[in-house]
């Protein structure tokens, strides 16, 4: 006659309980936890395998394992499967770090012609020349394997991500001077909130956007009907009618957008937009000017146009090598890009122009003053 089954004395702590209640009730941890969780609920209010199999419509040994083992090595461990031997792997961790080695090198440095690795040549490379370097596990490696040895490594050698490399040594103090230049801004705008306004002074951010393409349609576009074609139809087919430039400065005070466009953004049409911003403003105000390394800002024609200014009128600031994102007329292009060029098309250059001027105008009538958010501590 077997002997009776004596309850297990199982003791759950408060912190445990809480813990074990929330895995009951989750609709997203694994099924065998949750059940687990809730055979050693119901186990701490009737200790009863058989008891507890007929409230969970389990067998009573499945009840009984649980518990044990919750007595074993604590209720939340519990939960878990036990670690189990498993198959032992085909692939050796070295033969795995040799594939690694190989997805750092470049294939082409292996006498492939490719670029970057595919994973269905890295496979086949293995294959042929894994034996011969003392992985003979590699000899009959197969695409799908390489994924995974590459996942468990975070290794995506197909893949090739852009990095900025750093070319200007004093790439710190001259970010750190345009960043006191947008400091000044901030001052002046103090200064004219509080009615002390300084007019001998203007803040300019240029930059030019070279290769507007003036493109035009082959057909013409057909308008969205409700209900059945939501959005613009256009033709694939495009006719290229040449490109324009635009020459863009913006008054950091009163958010003013002084502008020209043109063929080409040589010295001669950086002079012209000067010859513009020296019209635009009282002779007695110094112009700050906050641009680039372009050539044609430093070029023989530009320093002799300078030279024939008066002292102090135009101040230049140039923003360090690579750089350029420093300067806040980035963002007015960024937004003309997404709100003007974005789609156009036009008939002729003459047509972009007008519309690229049109769009100046329409900035203009409702002007946004832009602001910096500097940090000089950081520079």
Not at 256 to 283: C, G, Q
């Amino acid at each position: 006659m077997a002997a009776w089954r004596q309850a297990l004395a199982l003791v759950i702590e408060v912190e445990d309980l809480v813990q074990l209640t929330t895995i009951a009730r989750s609709r997203t941890e694994p099924a065998r936890r949750v059940e687990r969780a809730r055979i050693l609920l119901a186990y701490r209010d009737e200790p009863s395998f058989f008891a507890v199999g007929r409230a969970l419509g389990l067998h009573h040994q499945t009840v009984q394992r649980c518990v044990e083992r919750a007595v074993a090595l604590g209720p939340l461990a519990a939960l878990d499967e036990r670690p189990r031997p498993g198959k032992a792997p085909l692939i050796t961790t070295e033969a795995k770090a040799w594939v690694v080695s190989l997805a750092c090198r470049k294939a082409k440095e292996l006498g492939y012609p490719h670029e970057v690795w595919t994973t269905r040549l890295l496979a086949r490379h293995a294959r042929e020349h894994g034996p011969a370097a003392g992985h003979a596990c590699l000899a009959h490696l197969a695409q799908g394997t390489v994924c995974k040895i590459l996942d468990q490594h975070e290794v995506k050698p197909h893949k090739v991500r852009y990095y900025l490399e750093r070319r200007d040594a004093d790439f710190e103090a001259k970010m750190a001077e345009v960043l006191c230049v947008y400091r000044e801004v901030a001052l002046l705008k103090e200064a004219a909130e509080a009615g002390e306004g300084d007019e001998s002074v203007v803040i300019v951010s240029y930059d030019e956007k070279p290769g507007v393409q003036a493109i035009g349609t082959t057909a013409p576009d057909l308008p969205p009907k409700p209900h059945e074609h939501e959005a613009f139809g256009r033709d694939h087919e495009y006719v290229r009618h040449g490109t324009l430039s635009l020459l863009a400065g913006i008054d950091l005070m009163s958010g003013k957008v002084h502008a020209l466009v043109r063929d080409r953004h040589r010295s001669r049409e950086f002079i012209e937009f000067l010859e513009l911003l020296d019209a635009a403003y009282p002779p007695n105000t110094a112009i700050k000017v906050i641009l680039d390394n372009h050539s044609a800002h430093v070029s023989k024609e530009t320093k002799a146009w300078l030279a024939r200014q008066s002292a102090g009128r135009f101040t230049f600031t140039f923003t360090p090598k690579h750089g350029s994102w420093l300067n806040l007329i980035e963002g007015f292009f960024s937004k003309l890009a997404r709100s003007v060029l974005r789609h156009i098309r036009v008939a002729s250059k003459q047509e972009l122009k007008e519309r690229l001027i049109g769009a100046i105008d329409d900035v203009n009538q409702h002007p946004v003053v832009l602001s910096w958010t500097y940090k000089l501590d950081a520079a």
